[in-house]
């Protein structure tokens, strides 16, 4: 069994273009994995939506670490933590990487940007940047707090979501290196991935980098391979697939005042016993609570 | 505005089938309430479902807690917590209804089983039942903890699951009723009505009851009302819906290493934003924090 | 049963100094009442210490937010929070306003600082300030957002302690005040409350004022009666007296290899028991289940 | 540096009687490991008290957790968590059991009562006890689920506080090791050692014995180490010392209407500091934020 940091950090440099799907709770952790894919993007915008709150850290650090925990519990993969500005200064980045590290997180990501943090798809290029100085602090402590040596920290950079250009986001991304990160992740909300691209061509294979194409998302994959780009992330995905289907449901049920209608259409109740794994234990209380039928039913 | 807690108990005592549809996160009760629907399900298979654990108790009732508070913030309808035992004896149930009320949880179910409870759909015959004075013990400490009046208890009858005949199932309804209980669910887990329907024949209109017709969801509707059925409640649907779109979903881009084909079929982000009403915080900034553009950008 | 915001509200009016007493958790606080103080400062250093960590926001928000509702549970009388400065930007103070009128705290307090922060007494005089125009946004945030019309906003003013003189303290404590402020919390690190009195000189009764003298205690307190004070926090000093209590016992059990020595000068555990109200749950298991010493044992 | 685990399994083994003592929280921890103990009892009757609620599980077994990790966090001494019955059956056992390893706590110790449970101090003859049968399912799965060979499981028992006799105790320890128990814990509650020394003449060195001399501290260590008995629990002792301690201070304040008199008596603040370690933090500011004081003040 290979520890999921180690997976994580293979992934970043194995020679193809690896992909994360976003989960936000424990059961789509799980479908992500049952699914096929290698890792798991722990989304900030995706974990506070699921919460019914804002992407604006308005749920508190330690609630997200729980759900991750949940996440982390339920699956066998690794997980990179959208972290946000890793919420609050370097001292806060510390206390964090110690219980990403219990809770069995292979990887988080921050992004320069200022605490209380607000989504890159609202305003961002209005949005201020974090002082270089003092982002780079935050990664070498970062760095310099985890245990295991395989855990990554990724800088997120958001100089393009904020109009600063390819010259401060190269700029910015050097700095994030030098400072000790161990992946870059370019972000952009251009509807083409011709910034990235420009990007990828001044950066080559200084470091890993990671993308997520959510606005760009009809850029052909292989593009990304040529480019030489190691990660891409489905951001949301399993998140809003999940929304259609809720809203379709709910209306359903209530046009037709009953679920007959839906009830082949929709997984079953031993779906979801399965997926939490329910078979496990009814073996486990034959082992360990071998009197129960006998005694109490 | 009214109250949840008399909006639930409104609904208890009008003269039509009321439902509830399950949710077991802020989003999904965001949805069940843009719906249309007047009332909400904590459904405690699909709240441990949703983190990744079993219906046995596994998440503490803490964590159960939080969520409710997060589904109760994000909406304005009442919630039904299915909540178990009460996660312990009378004192664990005196403590849960004080934390219900403070988080705005209309009223809670509960079920005449032992702790850690085993979910109903599984070996539900060989189950033991709570001894009934126990619990009528724990209905009365509820209904005198209590400080909002209209907070309600329904207290939810295991007997029919665990074979013991329509008789056991009347018997422990009527002391419940007695203990002070404001509604009773009687529970089912066979394909067809018939043994909740021989209980509405035998309960009249002693106090409301309610049913989660999971297994007979065939049954047409107006059988439950004509019976004199108050409430019915969709126990698990947005779950199940929700667990097969991210199934077929996440299959799909492993398959496709595109998100591109399921752009058009899933929400957008910006449907994600308008859920975690992004607008209001948009407001509010140019109110509290009218300098935020010229200073920071 | 006045609510404990309309008694903080009443200590503020109140034509005498009023005095906070200092507690870190559910038992330090039931402490504060059974001594006969009127309030509860929950302090941000002592909450932070009984935890292990520091005062600079290493424990979230939420966290912070369980131990004050154990303390609010625990209590009847009214507790004012050091919230620090808010753990954010206005929204997180909205936020934290619904939190803490769930959990029946009466007050706050917000300091004009930077998240997150360090304490006063620690490089005070090099802490950064708030901006003004952000810092009254937070104020007004807090106050549009409370229910309860009788919650408090005390607006702590820093200008004392980062040394930038009374003209600055006055001048933000004027605006607070006409943000909404309820009243106005002017710390100061001075060994003598010269600064403070010359503040109360200048603000005379513009509205109530809060001191803490943690470093000034030499002070009578007839002085701050005499300037007008409404009311004086002891800020930690439960904390200081059971930390040496703490390192005396474990040095003396250490050395004698026994706790005979000290049985007699520490409280018994029928003392706990009496503190964790014990006799009430035994009455309560008598209504609520009789049958427990038959049937269990 | 010694594993926590197996510094606590080192203590076990040992051929001299090892002493824990009580902490609470993260900063009793901190003291007791200051004052020189190799070993800290997470009493569950005090962090209950600290808490402010009952010994009676009260609190969720996920806030226990949160105080053990704050109490893990500051300290390099090992924690034997006092689990109480381990919350639930052995399934809740085994959740806890990964739970605790990853808060990095050394040791759980199990009691063979029901949940909730009741304070063996409180009616403790009236107490039913667990089924042994269960019971020791309940350790061998503890057993099963650890991943570090050295984390501790002892077993105790509580048949001498229900007066159920020395033959019972012995019949149930020796069931308790067999299912694969690390130690024995035997408890009383009598004056005097007699029943507790009675044991240890039945039960030779068939494995390490706990004792936990609340009641019969008069009892000569030196008795204690004569008759093999492995390690001796301070049970309550800091809770205690510094509830009088904070009864007195409060009440000195509340008569003399200032803290002038108990200045020189209690811990200063810069006491609270060292123990919160800031110290570190202000030399890793100086790394990792070099510009924080140019740019911010």
Redesign the interface.
Known sequence: MIKKSTQFRNMLNSDQVE?L?EAH????????E????SGIWGSG??I???????????A????VL?VLE??S???SIPILLDADTG??????V??LV?KLE???IAAMCLEDK???KT?S???GE???LA?I??FC??I??AKDTQKDPDFSVVARVEALIAGRGLEEAVRRAEAYFEAGADAILMHSKKADANEVLAFMGEWGDTCPVVIV??TY??T??QEFADAGVSMAV?G????????????????R??KE????G??G?????K???R????DE??E??K?????Y?D???
């Open positions: 992909f799907m709770d424990g059961i789509s952790a799980r479908i992500v049952e699914a096929g894919f915008l995706c506070s939506a699921a919460m019914g709150v804002r992407d604006n850290n308005e508190s650090w330690t609630q729980e949940f996440m519990d339920a699956t919420y609050g200064n370097f001292n806060n510390r206390r110690r219990q809770r069995n200022l605490f209380p989504n798809f609202i305003r209005q949005q201020p002082d100085q003092e602090g935050k070498a402590a194409p959510t998302y009809s052909p994959t489905w949301n995905h399993l998140m809003r697939a999940s929304i259609t289907a809720m809203q379709e449901t709910a209306a049920v209530i005042q009953s679920v007959a839906i009830e259409e929709i997984a079953s109740v779906d979801i016993f997926l939490q794994n329910a234990l009814a486990a209380e082992k360990y609570l071998p009197a039928h005694v109490k039913s």
